[in-house]
């Protein structure tokens, strides 16, 4: 099989998982399963933009209150030639017409109330308000240049009741949250992201230090986590198994457990030693894809009555990729043990698994190559390279067993069997952060 039609299929093989409640605190990096709307209209109320007066008609107004943000609203409508100072956010009294910054005002002199006190004093409230702060009790009066509607923000203004402000689909950023508490939410309805349990077969595989002699590190199990989490997923847990049939059928046979269930079984339960294989959506084997003696992969799928979507694909590396079902519904994603290759597999199957389940949005790229690349004969090459202006270039390095090529790149160029210079694709590469 092709290595577009395995993309395509194990996108075809994904069931999307239903949307799930979260709390905003939880929501970061999820995407949206419905549009974000406003509950509630940004501002809330006709509220002042400046600290200042809210005026009605012309002045010199008389300062009738104080309103202050959270503080109680002033009743009474204004009536022309009263005003009430206000703090920024306050609701505006009702008759307000503008509101005047504080040090757009100066004190007038008193028209009324006790005339006979005079002004308060000549010079701008900002000059004032160093030395004293009009206070409305004290029979305040101001005057300055008003301007209809201005420093009143209206109610919905910013954002209407209602107004849908993020489609389905949109990545909760850290940004989107705020925006989404500003507009009432305490939670959001997201797309689950997937969870991917690893299991890292091979008796010779290492989990650290310097393998010894007939050992190697394992250098799967480190890329996967980022891979899961840039392709929309995330890492339920991460399994360490011998080689031999028996410990990856008790891992695969273990029923699937909802992302709500509590952790199980209890440890002293058997299988408990494989309760992260349970919680998954996905599962990815790494090595025992192939057919020697020591991949027991096949074998255990059959036993398990598994239905083999996908065995094999025409690409180089990675060719001994699979994609299974399990009984129960979850997909299994089967890597190769050459890390290179469980790196070209992991991007032509698990990704656009993932993707698809998260409701990540796909994204197709094609360039020329810069540099020469010889075609397998019937195979799709899977070549690291780095986008220049020039095309792509490769970067070599590209051996099955080695990621040191793919760590300098940051894509890889599809060239398909008998190329002859035409545009490839580029499969993108998980950027770092
Ligand atoms: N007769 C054939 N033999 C092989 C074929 C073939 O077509 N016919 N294909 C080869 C290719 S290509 C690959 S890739 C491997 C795939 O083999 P497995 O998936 O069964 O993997 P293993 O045999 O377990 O390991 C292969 C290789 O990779 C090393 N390895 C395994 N796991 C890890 C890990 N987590 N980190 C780093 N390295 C790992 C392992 O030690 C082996 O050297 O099959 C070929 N054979
Ligand atoms: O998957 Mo192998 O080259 O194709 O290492």
């Known amino acids: 099989m092709s290595w577009t039609s395995a993309r395509a299929l194990a996108a075809e093989a994904a069931c999307p998982l239903e949307p799930v409640p979260v709390p905003l605190d939880e929501a970061l990096g999820s995407r949206l399963a419905v549009p974000l709307r406003a509950l509630v209209a940004v501002p809330g109320a006709d509220v002042s933009a400046m600290d200042g007066y809210a005026v009605a ?82 029979d305040v009066w101001i005057e300055g240049a008003v301007e209809v509607g201005r420093h009143i923000r209206r109610r919905g203004e910013d954002i209407a009741e209602g107004a849908v402000v993020l489609g389905a689909g949109t990545v909760v950023t850290p940004v989107a949250l705020g925006l989404a508490a500003g507009l009432g939410h305490d939670v959001l309805l997201v797309r689950p992201r997937p969870r991917v349990t690893v299991l890292v077969t091979g008796d010779e595989v290492v989990q650290q230090g310097l393998p010894g002699p007939g050992r190697v590190r394992d250098a799967i199990g480190p890329f996967l986590p980022g891979l899961v989490e840039w392709a929309g997923g995330r890492i339920a847990g991460t399994l360490r198994l011998p080689d031999g049939a028996h410990p990856l059928h008790d891992a695969l046979a273990l029923p699937s457990r909802p992302a709500t269930a509590p952790p199980g079984p209890a440890s002293a339960s058997p299988g408990a030693a494989f309760a992260p294989a349970s919680a998954a959506d996905v599962l990815v084997v790494c090595g025992a894809s192939a057919k020697g003696p020591a991949d027991h992969l096949r074998k255990v799928l059959g036993d398990l009555g598994a239905d083999v979507l996908i065995d094999g694909v025409a690409v180089r590396p990675g060719h001994p990729q699979l994609l299974a079902r399990l009984p129960g519904g979850r997909l299994l994603v089967g890597l190769p043990g050459n890390p290179f290759a469980a790196l070209a597999a992991a991007l032509t199957l698990l990704a656009p698994i993932l993707r698809e389940l998260a409701g990540t949005p796909v994204r197709h790229e094609a360039s020329a190559l810069a540099g020469e690349v010889r075609a397998h004969p019937h195979d799709t090459r899977l070549v690291p390279v780095r986008r220049s202006g020039r095309g792509a270039v490769p970067v070599g390095h590209d051996r099955p067993g080695s990621l040191w090529g793919a ?26 952060v």
Do not use: N
């Open 407 to 432: 760590a300098l790149a940051d894509a890889l160029a599809a060239v398909p069997p008998g190329w002859a210079g035409e545009q490839v694709e580029l499969i993108e590469l998980p950027a770092g």
């Open 57 to 138: 008609g012309d002045g010199p107004w008389r300062v009738v209150g104080r309103v202050l943000a959270g503080g109680a609203v002033h009743a009474a409508e204004l009536r022309p030639g009263e005003a009430v100072e206000i703090a920024t956010g306050a609701p505006v009294p009702g008759g307000a017409e503008a509101v005047v910054p504080w040090e757009r005002v100066t004190i007038a002199p008193a028209s009324g109330g006790s005339a006979s006190s005079g002004p308060v004093s000549g010079g701008p409230v900002s000059r004032m308000r160093a030395a004293r702060v009009p206070a409305w009790g004290d």
